[in-house]
């Protein structure tokens, strides 16, 4: 099974920041051989949004291609916390939580990959049963100047901010399931490079041949600054709401569009206006995580929204009390918490019947039949 020329190129080539060792793999995809392509994932939240989703497509790209995906779920190490890029200690999950996070992280990312064909593993398989003497072992792949010297160690260090031992071991468990799973190749995001050739170190103490490693980049979310996180609130999920979705996209700064053309779509960025260059970007992303159909329809509510300054047709209706608290009313919308609602009062991204509140203790007295607009996206006719 020798991977096409177009295939290998795309593997190599889209969306890609560095390849270890890149002769060696361009070797493998033309031999023949079915590799073990690794990917692993602590499950520290529930939903997927498109940053995830950049390593995914690597995924599917070799899938595609006739190779075996073998996704790793960090049930085990995901209770220590991945030191990567935080200055401080990572709040450790509970299994409650690990498991709570896992019920839909598959079915999203089976909106990716074909789930059925992938393999997958959760590391407490051999990390709870081994044991100390197989930590021990493990330890002996690695010296403690090794470890230290990554970056976001070292910052810690001249911050004076302690390092727990534990925080320590997360590399070489996670090396580790690259020798449980004898993986070829290894895929993560630029900022899990240590950790991936931690797994080519810990293969070769244990005899194996050492695995490839190909980084894709971060993907800033909707403010065009920081990585996208939920936490940042810059985030475009892979279930939002189609009209959300298409409303995101559509609000990303434009030196962001050729980027996301390439992590995020199998298609090129067009040439010209970027205007249009996001219409067709924002139509491609919501098609391939609803439908076509979905995608043209939020497309012409867009259009009739924001180009024409309409109200959309399908706007949610909200039945609240005629006497009710700025604050309650957008709890009753759906906003996540009072925090979150005072934060985007603030921000003035609240406006009734197309005027900006702006005091968050304001008690309002409503008819019904006003329309709420909470943020660019979300609108509400009030019962």
Known sequence: MKTNTGQTDTILNRGVEEIIEKDHLIELLSSGKKLRVKFGIDPTAP?????????????RQFQEAGHQIVLIIG?????????????????????????????????QAGKVLDIKKVEVHYNSEWHKKEGL???????????????????????????????????????????????????????????????????????RHFKQPEQDIITVPLIEGTDGVKKMSKSYGNYIG??????????????????????????????????????????????????????????????????KTFSKKETPEDAKELKVKKEINLLNLLLASGVESKSEARRLIQQKAIKIDDVTKENTEETLKLKGGEILKVGKHRFFKIK
């Open 133 to 203: 003497a197989a930590m021990l072992e493990m330890a002996r792949a690695v010296s403690f100047q090794q470890v230290i010297k990554r970056a976001d160690f070292q910052k810690r260090i001249d911050a004076e901010q302690d390092i727990t031992l534990i925080e320590m071991l997360y590399p070489l468990l996670q090396g580790y399931d690259s020798v449980k799973i004898k993986a070829d190749v290894e895929v993560g995001g630029t900022d899990q490079k240590f950790n991936l050739l931690m797994g080519r170190r810990v293969q």
């Open 238 to 303: 892979v279930t939002e709401n189609p009209n959300d979705m298409f409303g995101k996209i559509m609000s990303i700064p434009d030196p962001l569009i050729n980027k996301y053309f390439e992590l995020l779509t199998d298609i090129d960025a067009p040439k010209g206006n970027p205007y249009r260059s996001k219409m067709l970007l924002a139509e491609t992303i919501v098609g391939m995580y609803h439908s076509p159909a979905i995608a043209k329809k939020a497309k012409e509510n867009w259009i």
């Open 75 to 107: 049930d085990f190490t995901g209770m220590i916390g991945d030191p990567s890029g935080r200055s401080e200690e990572r709040k450790p999950l509970t299994e409650k939580d690990i498991k709570t996070n896992l019920k839909r992280y598959l079915e």
């Open 47 to 59: 939903d997927i949004h498109l940053g995830h989703t950049v390593p995914l497509r690597k995924l």
